[in-house]
């Protein structure tokens, strides 16, 4: 904004010029949001925010990767050294898409965020992340302990040969 004002006999504009602070963190997508499924394109609207993919990366620790519900959704739950390493891929985001992840994968309610350690597969562009190297990220999961029965996945594909046909939010009927 512009303001002017006079001070003794000189009018002094002052101009003050915000600068917004872009706070950028990295976030693990493990289903649903990873290159080459359904909801892939929520990554790459950027009305939603910024995403830059950094690399593909596996948990360094085990954790259970369940597809649950019946809308089939993809859940990593929060019970590490159960279940097998998690293949995903890691982003870069700006606090938008930040809080557009959390809306969209009703957090705290439904997931919580928390943060896990990656071992670094691969990426591509200049910015990727070092193969072999330990890096962190959120990650969105839950604990649900009657889901620990259900069957694990390393890599989770909506398209995959576990024929369970994943339910996009705009298509679910309510619970």
Known sequence: ?????TVGHVN????S???PVVHMARVFVYGTLKKGQPNYFRMENTSNGQAEFLARARTVEPYPLVIATKFNIPFLLNEPGTGQRIYGEIYRIDQKM????D????CPERYQRTKIQ??????EGEN???PGSIEEAFVYSRREPE?????TYESYDAFGDHGLKYVLPEDRSPE
């Open 98 to 101: 930040l809080d557009f992840l």
């Open 17 to 19: 010029v915000v600068c």
């Open 147 to 151: 889901w620990l029965q259900n069957q």
């Open 12 to 15: 002094v504009l002052i101009i």
């Open 103 to 106: 809306r969209f994968e009703g």
């Open 128 to 130: 990727t992340l070092k």
């Open 118 to 123: 990656l071992e670094v597969q691969d990426g």
């Open 1 to 5: 904004p512009r303001i002017l004002r």
